[in-house]
């Protein structure tokens, strides 16, 4: 199953987001992802967020990637691959 993660967090939180990472091995560690932190000219949206696209057995097993302080904070929605007409 394929899953989207769709983390939050406040502005000032950035540094807590990216350290979180220490010391968590999860194939999403040193990987790329979209996110809108630093992606506002002339000031940060006062909300970030980061998107990652999973494939996992579980919600749970989707979230299981992320460290614990952006899992809490991190919404999991089942997606498939669609066709558009």
């Known amino acids: 199953m394929r899953f989207v993660l769709s983390h939050r967090h ?16 999860s194939p999403l560690r040193r990987g790329s992802t979209l996110g809108t932190c630093g992606s506002e000219p002339g000031g940060a949206p006062s909300e970030h967020l ?3 696209t999973v494939d996992a057995e579980s919600e749970s097993e989707a979230l299981s990637l992320l460290p614990d302080w952006l899992a809490e904070r991190t919404e999991v929605r089942r997606v498939e691959e669609l066709s558009i007409p």
């Open 50 to 52: 980061l998107i990652w």
């Open 10 to 25: 406040d502005s000032g939180d950035c540094a807590v987001a990216y350290s979180a990472w220490r010391g968590f091995e």
